[in-house]
């Protein structure tokens, strides 16, 4: 029988902690096509909390991604939740969250943040406090973080972070190839009696437009039978999906227009995907009572449109195709 790793667990109100948990997970942005993505795995798995890995996973659908890990504790989460929603830079957010942890031992914690800026740049930070469990660290690039702690050693991520830099292909492909990085017998420290890296693992990916409790791509390995590694369980799911994905390609193909960050503050950036389009084309922005409130020809297939004398509120962009509306998206102005 599975060794329990995690024998308690304690609900507090909103405040669950999970003592010492071992974990390592990336997450990341993708510039070109605003996708935000989050990928983990841990010792973790359902026995000891409903869906295992998976709740360090915090993504707001064209904004960033927030992981929280070791010692875990939801009013942090939520706490840094919050704070990406008002504006605040991965980096603040971090240095909010060690200036407020909700227990007063931000040297427990562990994070890692990506997100747009309000042009559409990438931005990145991680901590790993000094009383996490060895061995603990991070890695930072432009567009991600990666984070890890009880692990074998820093070889784990570094793996991760080769993975992730050399695959080509989507986010999501990369995502995966970042978890396939850490697939070692003890990658997670703790699981090395029962042969495999971790208990659970997890791959999602929003895209700018999605709703944040409804994906993209969003598939997690809660647990698996003794023995049984995850992350190949992880990939045989990629896998299927990668295949769904392609008898459904041409609806998926339809979709031309993408925009982000969502929300916007002063600049909306756009992708026009579709090269069977000829230019010039148009995009036009509406109220909700349908009053264009800002329209402007595109000529390129990237760019970005000017927001900043525009109210906050709810608004709707549209493609413009010789005049005809083809495509509609629904984004948010909150500055």
Request: proline share 4%; glycine share 8%; aromatic share 6%.
């Amino acid at each position: 029988m599975r060794l329990k790793l995690f024998a308690t667990v304690l609900f507090l109100g909103i405040v669950l902690n999970i003592n010492a948990q071992d974990t390592f997970s990336i997450v990341a942005v993708d510039t070109i096509t605003g996708e935000v993505g989050s990928a983990g795995a841990s010792c973790l798995d359902n026995s000891a909390i409903t869906g295992g890995a998976v709740i360090i996973s915090d993504i707001i659908p064209g904004r960033g991604a927030i992981h929280t890990q070791s010692y875990w504790i939801s009013a942090n989460q939520i706490n840094a939740h919050n704070k990406m929603l008002e504006g605040l830079s991965p980096a603040e957010i971090i240095d909010w969250l060690v200036e407020n942890d909700v227990q007063n031992q931000p040297q427990r914690r562990q994070y890692g943040i990506v997100d747009f800026d309000e042009e559409g740049n990438a931005r990145s930070a991680a901590f790993t406090g000094t009383s996490c469990m060895d061995w603990k660290g991070h890695h930072e690039g432009v567009n991600y973080s990666i984070q890890g702690n009880i692990l074998l050693g820093q070889q784990i991520i570094d793996s991760m972070e080769s993975r992730f830099i050399h695959t080509s292909g989507t986010l999501a492909d990369k995502l995966m190839a970042a978890l396939q990085g850490a697939n070692v017998v003890g990658a997670d420290s703790r699981c090395t009696p029962e042969g495999v890296s971790s208990l659970s693992a997890f791959l999602r990916v929003a895209k700018p437009e999605n709703d944040p409790d409804s994906l993209y791509l969003d598939l997690n390995v809660a647990e698996t039978p003794y023995g049984v590694e995850p992350i190949d369980e992880l990939q045989v799911l990629y896998d299927e999906w990668l295949n769904w994905v392609s008898v459904n390609k041409p609806d998926a193909e339809s979709k031309a227009l993408k925009l982000y960050p969502n929300p916007a503050k002063n600049f909306i950036q756009y992708q026009i995907d579709r090269s069977d389009l000829e230019l010039p084309i148009a995009l036009q922005m509406t109220d909700l009572q349908g009053r264009m409130v800002n329209e402007m020809p595109v000529d390129k297939r990237f760019g970005r449109m000017d927001i900043s004398e525009i109210e906050n509120g709810l608004y709707v962009v549209s493609l413009l195709i010789n005049g005809k509306n083809t495509e509609n998206i629904k984004i948010v102005i909150d500055r």
